[in-house]
């Protein structure tokens, strides 16, 4: 002990109390492994104290003697600071420590007091760290410490051997004696089985004790000889019920929480341990089962969850009173603020405007304008840079536009890309007109976007109420039509409403619903353009030309059908039929003309070329129809390169090593087009109609014409004049070199049977 502990010697009496029989001596052992093993401990002592001495008067089999030996020690000693203590029953006056060569290991001890006129203990001990003893495994070895209790006591008696030897039946009957008496004035509901079956439908019920009782409903008479299965239902676990059956199967301790059921069908949460008892022989007899009502603890559990949850990471405030109204203020701000932006959202925009129209109505001299603005080209942002960069450009967009509208304008996210913006002014519309302006004039600065650069343009439609009879809702559509107009007349403009336009809206609307019916029904055909070469006549390629025979509106030309194919996200269906009609067409004139030399032209759009799957589809159609990739030219235009995808250049780039062609469409009407041949692969520039309309008339003209045909002979590039009219602009253009025109003056869109019989002639009058 003096190693151990660092404290003076200490007084130890192995040899215990004299008078013991041996038939005592066993049943104190039997009573010290029934214990150990109904609380999962490694070993039991028995003791006395007397004199200051402590006396080991009797120890569980596991124990080998010499290697832990209870002993007294001095309090305030931190001998056991990393040792649990449990105290069961009136604590001994001194504490008590562990010696020998294990004693140092020994890290919990649960002490129970045996009601004796000597101070005596059941001591448990266990080498792991562990929890407390469970409910009913302290019922379980008060039960024990009473029967210790009983046959110390006999030595004193001295009655006949009967008394003396208290075994078989008579022990199990003492020891549910001694459970009775412990559990009868218990506030926990207490209940004892039979030992078997553990299986299905379990053991039966042998006892339970008036708590029971007052917890559940249920009187004795109905319960006994029933299985605790009778308060289990459909809330229980089966988690927690096969967890029991293992328990049960393997005879081990167990505590677990589960839901329970009452009389009336009412559910409660308890605290359930089990422990198995045994006889002398060390048969189980029995189940011991305590169970304490913790529903006041779940429900506190689940409100502090839900609380937790509610408030997130806000648990420092100081007090719940600030994070209430912290929590409210939060609501209340998202209630009417856009999260991303953090500018004002739709529902407040809207009751802004009732508001304005409310007083506009009582008022002669109020007046309000709506601008509702939409991102140009915002889709292709988020499908080629992804949706963080869409994030960004939107933010970004955001506080420009916070920076070109006036303090008393009201200001909100409406939705997607669509932004509002409320004008509440006796100028009325221009007022309107001069924020429109200054947002325009705010977007001109690029913006860049892994490494891009994106130019944010917007377009505005304004309206205005007028006195009118007009509802906020109202007021936004007329707003919304006005922008669809302002995009239709060119990105990066704005627009104000008036009546017609609704009318246009719903004429647009129908068309949108027949062009997606005209999709279903591929109820479109191709018309056939031939592209000459001036000094021969031959015929070099064909563009392909979509066409749409509306059945009431008649031929809608692809400007009117096209962009609002591209809003309502059919394009690339369009596209693919195009492709396929097309390739389809070329391999039979192919062999209508017994060479593979002749090129078609098929104009692809902007959303084709950031599909993924665009290449491969391209490939397979050329395969399918058994095309050489050198016959088949894509005609593109600026948008594309507007797109502001850095995979732009590789795509290109894939489908020129795949043997395709690049033309680059409506050359010279955008104000960067020249950087675009300087950096993306193309093979071939067609020169825009407006360029060759002014070739004879305008000396500038026709040097920017002949400019163009310089450069894309010093860079490789093929030029093609576009809506070649006259024999005096054919005669201009081949004084400049010009080997490729395309126009009325050769022949206007045919169709592919009108194709068949120019093609067999080869070649076209020049």
Known sequence: MDDDFGI???????????????????????????????????????????????????????????????????????????????????????????????????????????????????????????????????????????????????????????????????????RLRLLESVAIHARDSIIITEAEPVSLPGPRILYCNSAFTLATGYLPEEVLGQTPRILQGPDTSPATRAELRYALESWQPIEVELVNYRKDGSTFWVELSIVPVANEKGRYTHWVSVQRDISERKSAEDLAIRVRVAEGQNAALASEIVERKRVEAELLYTAFHDGLTRLRNRAYFMNQLQAALDREASQSDQACAILFLDLDRFKIVNDSLGHVHGDALLRDVALRLKRSVRPQDTLARIGGDEFAVLIQDSAGLTTAVEVAERILEAMRTPLQLSHQSVFPSVSIGISQALGRDTSPDDLLRDADIAMYEAKRAGHGDYAIFDPSMHDVAVARLALQTDLRLAVQQEAFHLAYQPIVDPTTGEILSFEALLRWEHPILGKITPADFIPVAEEIGVIREIDRWVMIEACTQLKKWHILQGRSTLRMSVNTSAAEFVDPAFLDNLEAVLASCNLPPQCLELEITEGIFLHPSPQIAGIIASIRQSGVRIALDDFGTGFSSLSYISRYPIDTIKVDKSFIDEICSLESTYAIVNLIMGLGKALGLKIIAEGVETQDQVIKLVDIGCTAIQGYHYSKPMSAEEADEVIQQRVLPI
């Open 8 to 174: 003076g010697p200490v007084h130890v009496d192995v040899a215990g109390p004299q008078g013991l029989t041996a038939a005592h001596h066993r049943t104190l052992r039997q009573i010290a492994d029934d214990a150990m093993h109904a609380t999962g401990a490694s070993g039991a002592f028995v003791c006395e104290i007397s004199s200051n001495t402590l006396s080991v008067v009797a120890t569980s089999s596991s124990l080998s003697p010499g290697l832990i030996t209870p002993a007294l020690v001095p309090f305030g000693t931190d001998d056991m600071r990393n040792c649990t203590v449990q105290k069961i029953g009136l604590p001994p006056t001194t504490a008590i420590g562990f010696s020998g060569s294990e004693g140092g290991a020994v890290r919990f001890v649960a002490i129970v007091s045996l009601v004796r006129n000597v101070p005596s203990y059941l001591l448990l001990i266990d080498k792991r760290q562990r929890r407390n003893l469970s409910l009913a495994q302290v019922y379980t070895v008060r039960a024990h410490a009473a029967h210790l209790s009983t046959v110390l006591d006999l030595q004193f008696l001295r009655r006949d051997a009967a008394a003396e030897a208290v075994s078989g039946q008579d022990f199990d009957i003492e």
